[in-house]
């Protein structure tokens, strides 16, 4: 530890605003408690809820940083506080974080981290926790999505619906995504998406009944809300189980019909992931290392980087994710 630096670059939300309020200054390094970690930060992920949190949005959890976003970091362990003993300094991880990460140092509960897995660049494993421990939470744990089900995901070209579909192709499902370009819907197929629906200009109800024959999706995966809400009951099937993880076109739903939700037997559940404490996210990262880790290292599943950016451009990494152009992931690089 006395070889670290006294301070560090971290990127602050002095005010809440657009991406311009983003700015870098020096804070100091704290060093990490009971079962923490000091990562040296190589990479850290763009995310919506960082937009959020900019915005005034979506204050962070009592604990994590205040002013400094980002939820998903790579780099190497620099030190490691009492009780923490899984990792040593000089280990290569990522980790999910409950803020800090637009840093070029930030602390990690060890059981929220993992080993970066075997291929994967900093880069790479900097834009896989956030959207894979959500994706997994949500679609298996929540949705219990399983092999020969369709799973329909909005937004397929996002990071989370990127990985959507890569996991739940992984275990053998069928995979309908929603996108706003004949681009998008390319990218999303070329990821393995077996069907593609532009929003812009078909009705996503009318095609996901005329590609599942009637049936309707098993589970949906819905971070839009607002008039998504009755659309996704009715393209659902029966039994099906409609995940909501955010509410971009908002969550006020005026005139909602909810008989769906009695007839087809519908399960319409949601959660959010920042908040949980260490312990439950660390449920979510086991799970992860053993089934989802080994795809990774076989080439399997991999983010997709749309764009990287160096950490001190972080508001011109927030522009770009505020146009929604983006495929997958932004990502901010610290150092050389």
Same mark, same amino acid.
């Given at each position: 530890?006395?070889? $670290?630096?006294?301070?560090?670059?971290?990127?602050?939300?002095?005010?809440?605003?657009?991406?311009?309020?983003?700015?870098?200054?020096?804070?100091?390094?704290?060093?990490?408690?009971?079962?923490?970690?000091?990562?040296?930060?190589?990479?850290?992920? /763009?995310?919506?809820?960082?937009?959020? +949190?900019?915005?005034? @949005?979506?204050?962070?959890?009592?604990?994590?940083?205040?002013?400094?976003?980002?939820?998903?970091?790579?780099?190497? /362990?620099?030190?490691?506080?009492?009780?923490?003993?899984?990792? @040593?300094?000089?280990?290569?991880?990522?980790?999910?974080?409950?803020?800090?990460?637009?840093?070029?140092?930030?602390?990690?509960?060890?059981?929220?981290?993992?080993?970066?897995?075997?291929?994967?660049?900093?880069i790479e494993a900097a834009a896989v926790p956030?959207?894979?421990?959500?994706?997994?939470?949500?679609?298996?744990? =929540?949705?219990?999505?399983?092999?020969?089900?369709?799973?329909?995901? !909005?937004?397929?070209?996002?990071?989370?619906?990127?990985?959507?579909?890569?996991?739940?192709?992984?275990?053998?499902?069928?995979?309908?995504?929603?996108?706003?370009?004949?681009?998008?819907?390319?990218?999303?197929?070329?990821?393995?998406?077996? !069907?593609?629906?532009?929003? %812009?200009?078909?009705?996503?109800?009318?095609?996901?009944?005329?590609?599942?024959?009637?049936?309707?999706?098993?589970?949906?995966?819905?971070?839009?809300?607002?008039?998504?809400?009755? =659309?996704?009951?009715?393209?659902?099937?029966?039994?099906?189980?409609?995940?909501?993880?955010?509410?971009?076109?908002?969550? @006020?739903?005026?005139? $909602?019909?909810?008989?769906?939700?009695?007839?087809?037997?519908?399960?319409?559940?949601?959660?959010?992931?920042?908040?949980?404490?260490?312990?439950? %996210?660390?449920?979510?990262? +086991?799970?992860?290392? +053993?089934? /989802?880790?080994? $795809?990774?290292?076989?080439?399997?599943?991999?983010?997709?980087? !749309?764009?990287?950016?160096?950490?001190?451009?972080?508001?011109?990494?927030?522009?770009?994710?505020?146009?929604?152009? !983006?495929?997958? %992931?932004? /990502?901010?690089?610290?150092?050389?």
């Open positions: 530890m006395s070889s $670290l630096p006294a301070t560090m670059t971290a990127i602050v939300i002095p005010a809440p605003g657009g991406p311009e309020v983003l700015t870098p200054e020096q804070r100091p390094i704290d060093m990490p408690g009971d079962g923490e970690i000091l990562i040296a930060v190589k990479a850290a992920g /763009v995310n919506r809820p960082d937009v959020s +949190q900019r915005q005034g @949005k979506y204050p962070p959890p009592a604990g994590a940083p205040q002013d400094i976003p980002g939820l998903e970091i790579a780099g190497r /362990v620099v030190a490691c506080g009492p009780g923490a003993t899984r990792f @040593k300094p000089g280990d290569e991880v990522c980790a999910l974080v409950p803020g800090g990460g637009y840093a070029s140092f930030c602390l990690a509960h060890e059981s929220n981290a993992l080993p970066i897995p075997a291929g994967l660049s900093m956030e959207t894979f421990f959500t994706v997994w939470t949500n679609v298996f744990q =929540r949705g219990h999505l399983t092999a020969g089900e369709t799973l329909l995901v !909005h937004g397929g070209s996002s990071g989370i619906g990127t990985t959507a579909i890569m996991l739940a192709k992984a275990f053998g499902s069928q995979v309908i995504v929603t996108a706003g370009s004949a681009d998008k819907c390319e990218a999303c197929l070329n990821l393995g998406a077996d !069907h593609a629906i532009d929003y %812009k200009t078909l009705d996503f109800v009318d095609e996901v009944k005329r590609i599942t024959g009637g049936k309707g999706a098993d589970v949906i995966l819905d971070m839009v809300g607002g008039s998504y809400v009755q =659309r996704n009951y009715e393209a659902a099937a029966m039994e099906g189980r409609i995940v909501q993880i955010a509410f971009m076109g908002g969550y @006020k739903i005026a005139n $909602l019909d909810m008989r769906a939700i009695s007839a087809k037997r519908l399960t319409h559940t949601g959660s959010t992931l920042r908040p949980r404490t260490p312990a439950q %996210k660390a449920i979510i990262a +086991q799970e992860l290392e +053993q089934r /989802v880790w080994p $795809l990774l290292a076989q080439g399997k599943c991999k983010p997709v980087i !749309h764009a990287t950016f160096p950490l001190e451009q972080a508001a011109d990494a927030h522009a770009l994710m505020e146009t929604s152009a !983006h495929i997958g %992931k932004i /990502v901010l690089t610290v150092g050389a």
